[in-house]
């Protein structure tokens, strides 16, 4: 009997690790949502193979047109990095392959069907790019003080808003004190966004990083890239003396006319109305998983600078219940209820395999609810995220 016992638990354990091979082998089966909750599953073929050896560089940012396709901007070249690490390609990735075009154009299968951009006319350290209504490419950069405009092959230049190289600061210069005042020139510029009501235009104007200072504000335009307002980000009486340098490390404008925006170092969105009127602040927490010595100095702890809210996106739902919160501390991409600010659930996790991120940066969300999140200074590429289920 004892025999018999140990026979079926043997062949119970094997037919439990041929399931598990056949699970592994054939893929995770589709995930389950709960109470609507959206769940997402990382597309491992992704996009496809770059041709004649292409390696990408940190990625700035991404975009999403009528068609799904996926527009990268990335930073090919050591822009002389005022982080003080190294922006471009390393020389054993020149040894090995070619540093790619700064934009690349992908169709929603992951195939590359475009790619241009000149380096010594784009913005410097590119940092964003927007898609509008017209099929439109906006770029900007956060080492720079422009934004572009671009035609949707690249082939032409249709609007410039500053002067490349030229700061809204006391000298003109990145070292000058930060004016936030210019309606024509930026001050870091970190990312784009369009009122889909009028086709107006927001620019976050204000990344902060390395040496030097920074701007803090929203700056709106209209399509034609007239100006038309602008606000800083909000600091309550009480914080006024404590509170973190203000950094609006991205800007998104929902469907009924809400403006989030980043509040990067101090973990949080803030929400304004469209004329700038501050709404409520919402923090996200995050968790220290290796604890820092109280005098701890150097990576470690300036990691911690990256902020728990450093992009967001929205479902495509027409009441966009959703919104998508890059954690770039935790390494995560937290599901939130936009209504209460209440993280519902995430994905990812910290590391360098398929579905894990390593400096998780920038988003974009397709027709289909697919979310493509791309990762800068150790990641360095772009992965596509299958939505599930839910909704």
């Known amino acids: 009997m004892i025999v018999k016992l140990k026979w079926r638990s043997a062949m119970w354990a094997v037919a439990c690790g041929a399931l598990a ?73 020149l040894n090995a392959g070619q540093a ?38 906006w770029i900007d950069g956060s080492e720079d003080g422009i934004v572009q405009e671009y035609s949707h092959d690249g082939k032409e230049l249709l609007l410039q808003i500053g002067k490349r190289g030229v700061f809204d600061s006391s000298d003109g210069t990145v070292n000058g004190t930060p004016l936030n005042s210019s309606p024509s020139q930026f001050f870091r510029v970190s990312e784009i966004a369009f009122d889909s009501r009028n ?53 998104r404008v929902s469907n009924d006319g809400q403006v989030y925006v980043c509040d990067r170092w101090m973990n949080r969105l803030q929400v304004f109305d469209t004329s700038g009127n501050f709404q409520k602040n919402m923090p996200f927490a995050f968790k220290v998983w290796t604890p820092i010595p109280s005098n701890g100095t150097g990576s470690r702890r300036e990691a911690m600078l990256v902020g728990s809210a450093s992009s967001v ?16 501390i935790d390494e995560q991409i937290d599901i939130v209820d936009r209504a209460s600010g209440r993280v519902l659930g995430s994905f990812g996790r910290p590391g360098h395999q398929v579905g894990e991120f390593m400096h998780a940066h920038t988003m974009a969300v397709d027709s289909k609810g697919n979310i493509y999140v791309g990762e800068s200074v150790d990641g360095r590429r772009v992965q596509k995220f299958k939505i599930a289920g839910g909704k």
């Not at 091979?21 to 496809?48: E, H, I, N, S, T």
């Not at 350290?125 to 439109?136: K, N, P, Q, S, V």
């Not at 996106?313 to 009441?319: A, I, T």
């Open 199 to 251: 086709g107006d235009v927001y620019v976050a104007d204000g990344h902060a990083k390395g040496s030097g200072g920074n701007n803090f504000r929203i700056v709106v335009f209209d399509r034609a890239g007239h100006y038309l307002r602008q606000w800083k980000l909000y600091r309550s009486p009480e914080e006024a003396a404590t509170a973190a340098k203000p950094t609006p490390h991205c800007v």
């Open 100 to 137: 790619s075009p700064p934009v690349i154009e992908f169709d929603a299968e992951g195939n590359v069907v475009n790619s241009w951009g000149d380096s010594s006319l784009l913005p410097k350290d590119l940092h964003g790019c927007a898609i509008d209504r017209d099929g439109h490419v």
């Open 313 to 328: 996106e929205f479902s495509n739902d027409p009441g966009q219940k959703f919104m998508y919160v890059i954690n770039e």
């Open 21 to 93: 091979f056949a699970a592994m082998m054939c893929g995770p089966g589709p995930l389950r949502a709960q109470d609507g909750v959206p769940k997402f599953a990382v597309d491992p073929y992704w996009p496809k193979p770059l041709p004649d050896r292409w390696v990408t560089g940190e990625i700035g940012g991404l975009c999403v047109d009528s068609r799904d396709h996926v527009f990268l901007v990335q930073r090919v070249n050591d822009v002389g990095g005022m982080d003080g690490h190294l922006e471009g390609l390393t020389g054993d990735e």
